[in-house]
């Protein structure tokens, strides 16, 4: 029962909480270059707009990228239980298994590359190949930060993880800090920003998520920006547990529950803004330089399991 | 009752090859499909067979023929036997119900009669090989089932590529005997025995050499690298119902094997498990990096298989390394993991061979170039592939995600071990798997992308029809032994009296399921319900055609271009110009190709260096009658010394 109350808590939460993430970092980057940009709300409205207009489809396409978008919606949702925000709830069968959650995300992507060549256009095909491209050479990266948060914190679950670096300062742990190096690369890779992929441009030299999304319309592109938004807030969450958990509770009341709840909407307005600035920072680099940034993410992590190791 | 159920399915299978290969000649379309469906009972009855023993976790054994007290034809099926038996059955009883309309569609009809009855044989010998309790009986089945897979590979033998293929097999399956064979002789000669019991007493050197010899003899048949080029040759050149066989069942029978002699016959030491744990990680990520590059969609799928051979070898290697730890329960966890994504393996890619013969059927082609947009043409086919390609690329909640969480959960606890550079050997593996896995998941959003969706890229493929229901019903079991497996696999295994550390799938499936009624229902509410088709958004180029598509080679290229030092690609561009500046060119020509680096660099010198010497040994032969009078001359005094020498 109370973990009904958690499911349905910190689902209502996340989707409420993640546009508004995505129209500050675009907030945030047309301030560094000077102009006014979106306001906050924009991403509100823009999805309340697309679920208004009517569903386009190519008479190319088949089944598959009718159901894509609902499996991303509900792939994502359920991905979402796994990272507590508002409060820890505590152990129920499979939930919070690091493994699971990497891989529901994994089947979303897996669906949405499918679609991607549904249409036969030029353009959803190269997403595919890029995103998949992509999404293999980081997966070790990602297996590699979490088995070393498993072997810092002793456990394979997230909510374990999360009490463990709840109850422990780990801020002053050097081994916590090149992780969380590699859990913001990882951040930027999967959220497909610069200097991986360009979010803003429908550009064929630098486009691999937005390729993909071209053949969507009305509610289904709706649903797609949705579950990228939310997928966006749960690796922050992930990030912002390990390294900055203060807040969050393990002992949910009718007030611990609120603070948690603030203190996860201020940690998470910090590190969006933390993104918006780097990508402004950055210019989008060359497709086939990126394994490069993923070696050093892949380097961060390795070393601290090295230092965990050998210490 | 066991006896009448083994006893009658084995009556059957032989019966069905005696009357489809001997007595009678000449049957009809008719009494093939009697046939097959007697074979498809019989497999049932073997699935009642081996469930009862695993459930039960009892021993049955049987004496079929007894010549001495050590030469015997005998049978003894324990909980692991048991479950082989259950994977071959369960496959086979999928790809008899398939055969029933797949065989009438390729052949003459003595060859069709003949395919029959040696596929009837060969889930025969695969079976009494699983259930044999000693060498003897083992190696027997061994070659029955080796023969009979030749004979099978060679159904079309008037191609040069099959020909090729079969010869390439053959060859391989010999060896694999031969290393066996240097094995139960060597256990033989420590025994004294032919039972397959486990050794103690016997020095650790011996023991060494014993497991060497048949981690070889069983890795060849495995296709473990890098002795597996003879998977993708004999898997491409087969009738898919025989690859399905072949690749589902065949290859895990190798793997019995290995586990039978690991686990009960040899003890073994560390580092047996550190060299299976690393020809493991090699295997599978090899095997998928070159799956990713094949346009054949046979020969993707059978390096698929070489991956998935290798994931079940790095469980394995665990296994061994944690045993030899004593973390019993990572040991466990290791093994189970392993041995139940050999029957994952065995179902998901029995189902995609199925599916993919009915797409080259109908298409007349392997190459996935050459079609595209199936799915709209044949749905049931397509969302049957679509099920294996997700269970493959293990998404939640199919049976191949379960499988690797469990070795991925293994791997993740291997901190606990104490030696450092085991620790850091282990986290470098896990990273290696890691990368094995989204490979996967790429690969086959290539295959089933590039098969099923977009439009036709040929003539063939937009003529292409669904096929017969028999067709489609042999691959509906599997893919429902797919989500059957995967949802209840925490419930299977606490019912056999496994409590494993890894979640509930029945749980998630459920709230999977209820989120997806929940938004649904709500984008029912919400959203304007309105749809209108249109054409395929193009940059505003009206016409667009299949030629303007994605294609394989296009999908791929990233991966071969990041991989390049592994696939050892040469890229040539050749252009020639209308200009001196070379500003402005008439005519180019690009190529991209590949190096078959285990064929150019480790088969080829071998088989020349064979050549070489038995072309000198012929030239010996070829000599006046003096030269033979001084071999013989020669001959007898060498005789002589030696006999002077050791007497």
């Given at each position: 029962m109370a973990f009904l109350i958690y499911a349905l808590l910190n689902t209502i939460f996340v989707i409420l909480i993640s546009p508004l993430f995505v129209s500050l970092i675009k907030k945030v980057k047309a301030y560094m270059q000077g102009r006014q940009g979106p306001q906050l709300l924009q991403t509100y409205y823009s999805l309340l707009k697309l679920l208004r207009k009517e569903r386009v489809y190519s008479s190319n396409t088949s089944l598959i990228i009718r159901i894509t978008p609902y499996i991303n919606v509900v792939c994502i949702i359920v991905a979402s239980l796994f990272v507590p925000v508002v409060f820890i709830p505590g152990m129920t069968a499979g939930f919070g298994n690091v493994i699971l959650f990497l891989y529901l995300l994994v089947c979303a992507k897996f669906f949405m590359a499918l679609?991607?060549?549904?249409?036969?256009?030029?353009?959803?095909?190269?997403?595919?190949?890029?995103?998949?491209?992509?999404?293999?050479?980081?997966?070790?990266?990602?297996?590699?930060?979490?088995?070393?948060?498993?072997?810092?914190?002793?456990?394979?679950?997230?909510?374990?993880?999360?009490?463990?670096?709840?109850?422990?300062?780990?801020?002053?742990?050097?081994?916590?800090?090149?992780?969380?190096?590699?859990?913001?690369?990882?951040?930027?890779?999967?959220?497909?920003?610069?200097?991986?992929?360009?979010?803003?441009?429908?550009?064929?030299?630098?486009?691999?998520?937005?390729?993909?999304?071209?053949?969507?319309?009305?509610?289904?592109?709706?649903?797609?920006?949705?579950?990228?938004?939310?997928?966006?807030?749960?690796?922050?969450?992930?990030?912002?547990?390990?390294?900055?958990?203060?807040?969050?509770?393990?002992?949910p009341n009718v007030l611990s529950v609120p603070v948690s709840i603030i203190a996860f909407m201020a940690k998470g307005v910090v590190l969006a803004t933390a993104v918006g600035v780097f990508e402004s920072l950055f210019a989008k680099s060359r497709l086939f330089r990126l394994p490069n940034l993923f070696m050093l993410a892949f380097f961060f992590s390795f070393s601290t399991i090295l230092f965990e190791l050998l210490k | 009752?066991?006896?009448?159920?083994?006893?009658?399915?084995?009556?059957?299978?032989?019966?069905?090859?005696?009357?489809?290969?001997?007595?009678?000649?000449?049957?009809?379309?008719?009494?093939?499909?009697?046939?097959?469906?007697?074979?498809?009972?019989?497999?049932?009855?073997?699935?009642?067979?081996?469930?009862?023993?695993?459930?039960?976790?009892?021993?049955f054994s049987f004496n079929l023929y007894q010549l001495t007290d050590t030469l015997r034809f005998s049978f003894?099926?324990?909980?692991?036997?048991?479950?082989?038996?259950?994977?071959?059955?369960?496959?086979?009883?999928?790809?008899?119900?398939?055969?029933?309309?797949?065989?009438?569609?390729?052949?003459?009809?003595?060859?069709?009669?003949?395919?029959?009855?040696?596929?009837?044989?060969?889930?025969?010998s695969m079976l009494l090989l699983v259930a044999s309790d000693n060498t003897l009986a083992l190696l027997f089945c061994w070659e029955t089932m080796s023969i009979t897979s030749f004979l099978m590979v060679m159904f079309d033998r008037d191609k040069a590529e099959t020909q090729k293929s079969g010869l390439f097999y053959f060859v391989m399956t010999q060896l694999s005997t031969v290393f066996l064979m240097f094995g139960f002789i060597a256990i033989y000669h420590v025994t004294g025995s032919f039972a397959i019991a486990p050794l103690s007493s016997v020095s650790l050197l011996m023991k060494s050499v014993i497991f060497l010899s048949l981690f070889t003899g069983f890795g060849i048949k495995a296709g473990v690298m890098p002795f597996h080029k003879w998977l993708p040759y004999a898997h491409s050149a087969s009738p898919s119902n025989i690859s399905a066989l072949m690749s589902g069942v065949m290859v895990k029978v190798a793997i019995y094997g290995l586990v039978?002699?690991?686990?009960?016959?040899?003890?073994?030491?560390?580092?047996?498990?550190?060299?299976?744990?690393?020809?493991?990680?090699?295997?599978?990520?090899?095997?998928?990096?070159?799956?990713?590059?094949?346009?054949?969609?046979?020969?993707?799928?059978?390096?698929?298989?070489?991956?998935?051979?290798?994931?079940?070898?790095?469980?394995?290697?665990?296994?061994?390394?944690?045993?030899?730890?004593?973390?019993?329960?990572?040991?466990?966890?290791?093994?189970?993991?392993?041995?139940?994504?050999?029957?994952?393996?065995?179902?998901?890619?029995?189902?995609?061979?199925?599916?993919?013969?009915?797409?080259?059927?109908?298409?007349?082609?392997?190459?996935?170039?050459?079609?595209?947009?199936l799915i709209k043409v044949m749905p049931y086919t397509g969302v049957l592939f679509l099920i294996g390609a997700i269970s493959l690329a293990a998404l939640p909640p199919f049976n191949g995600f379960v499988s690797e969480l469990m070795i991925f959960q293994?791997?993740?606890?291997?901190?606990?071990?104490?030696?450092?550079?085991?620790?850091?050997?282990?986290?470098?593996?896990?990273?290696?798997?890691?990368?094995?896995?989204?490979?996967?998941?790429?690969?086959?959003?290539?295959?089933?992308?590039?098969?099923?969706?977009?439009?036709?890229?040929?003539?063939?493929?937009?003529?292409?029809?669904?096929?017969?229901?028999?067709?489609?019903?042999g691959p509906m079991i599997m893919a429902a032994a797919?989500?059957?497996?995967?949802?209840?696999?925490?419930?299977?295994?606490?019912?056999?009296?496994?409590?494993?550390?890894?979640?509930?799938?029945?749980?998630?499936?459920?709230?999977?399921?209820?989120?997806?009624?929940?938004?649904?229902?709500?984008?029912?509410?919400?959203?304007?319900?309105?749809?209108?088709?249109?054409?395929?958004?193009?940059?505003?180029?009206?016409?667009?055609?299949?030629?303007?598509?994605?294609?394989?080679?296009?999908?791929?290229?990233?991966?071969?271009?990041?991989?390049?030092?592994?696939?050892?690609?040469?890229?040539?561009?050749?252009?020639?110009?209308?200009?001196?500046?070379?500003?402005?060119?008439?005519?180019?020509?690009?190529?991209?190709?590949?190096?078959?680096?285990?064929?150019?660099?480790?088969?080829?010198?071998?088989?020349?260096?064979?050549?070489?010497?038995?072309?000198?040994?012929?030239?010996?032969?070829?000599?006046?009658l003096d030269t033979y009078i001084l071999y013989s001359f020669a001959a007898v005094v060498i005789l002589i010394l030696a006999i002077g020498w050791f007497v």
């Open positions: 679609a991607g060549l549904d249409a036969g256009s030029t353009f959803g095909g190269m997403g595919s190949s890029r995103e998949m491209t992509f999404s293999a050479v980081i997966e070790p990266v990602i297996i590699i930060v979490f088995a070393a948060l498993g072997l810092l914190l002793q456990t394979t679950n997230l909510y374990q993880m999360f009490a463990t670096s709840l109850q422990s300062s780990l801020l002053i742990n050097p081994s916590t800090l090149l992780i969380s190096l590699s859990l913001f690369i990882i951040l930027i890779v999967e959220t497909s920003r610069i200097p991986v992929d360009n979010p803003e441009t429908h550009l064929e030299l630098t486009m691999i998520h937005e390729a993909m999304l071209l053949e969507y319309s009305g509610p289904d592109l709706a649903m797609m920006e949705m579950s990228h938004a939310v997928k966006q807030t749960l690796l922050m969450a992930v990030l912002i547990n390990v390294l900055f958990p203060w807040g969050l509770t393990a002992s | 009752m066991m006896n009448l159920l083994f006893v009658s399915g084995l009556c059957v299978l032989f019966g069905v090859t005696l009357l489809q290969t001997v007595l009678v000649t000449g049957a009809s379309a008719v009494f093939r499909r009697c046939s097959l469906a007697a074979m498809l009972g019989a497999n049932l009855l073997f699935l009642a067979f081996s469930l009862n023993i695993v459930l039960r976790n009892s021993i003894a099926v324990d909980r692991l036997a048991a479950y082989f038996i259950m994977i071959i059955s369960l496959v086979s009883t999928s790809v008899c119900l398939y055969s029933l309309g797949y065989v009438e569609h390729h052949g003459t009809n003595t060859g069709k009669n003949f395919l029959v009855g040696m596929m009837s044989l060969f889930i025969l039978r002699y690991l686990v009960f016959v040899l003890s073994p030491d560390r580092w047996w498990g550190v060299m299976i744990l690393i020809f493991g990680t090699f295997s599978a990520l090899l095997g998928v990096i070159y799956a990713f590059k094949e346009q054949d969609i046979k020969k993707l799928l059978a390096y698929s298989s070489i991956e998935n051979v290798g994931v079940i070898l790095t469980g394995i290697g665990l296994y061994l390394i944690f045993q030899s730890y004593g973390f019993t329960d990572l040991a466990t966890l290791a093994l189970i993991g392993a041995l139940f994504h050999t029957l994952n393996h065995a179902i998901f890619k029995s189902l995609l061979f199925q599916t993919t013969g009915a797409v080259v059927n109908e298409t007349g082609t392997r190459d996935i170039e050459k079609m595209g947009g293994a791997f993740l606890q291997s901190f606990i071990i104490g030696n450092p550079f085991l620790k850091i050997l282990l986290f470098l593996g896990l990273s290696l798997f890691a990368l094995t896995s989204a490979l996967a998941a790429a690969c086959f959003v290539k295959a089933f992308g590039v098969i099923f969706l977009a439009t036709p890229r040929s003539e063939e493929a937009r003529k292409a029809k669904e096929v017969s229901p028999a067709m489609i019903a797919c989500l059957f497996l995967g949802i209840f696999s925490f419930r299977i295994f606490s019912a056999l009296g496994f409590t494993l550390p890894i979640p509930d799938m029945a749980v998630i499936g459920l709230t999977l399921v209820v989120t997806l009624a929940l938004v649904w229902l709500i984008m029912r509410l919400v959203s304007n319900p309105t749809k209108r088709t249109s054409e395929t958004w193009g940059c505003g180029i009206t016409s667009q055609n299949s030629k303007m598509e994605y294609t394989a080679a296009g999908f791929s290229e990233p991966i071969l271009k990041i991989f390049r030092p592994i696939y050892r690609t040469q890229e040539k561009v050749e252009r020639t110009y209308n200009n001196a500046g070379k500003s402005n060119f008439k005519a180019a020509k690009a190529e991209i190709q590949t190096f078959k680096l285990f064929e150019e660099r480790i088969y080829l010198p071998i088989a020349h260096f064979v050549q070489r010497f038995s072309t000198y040994i012929s030239d010996l032969h070829d000599v006046d």
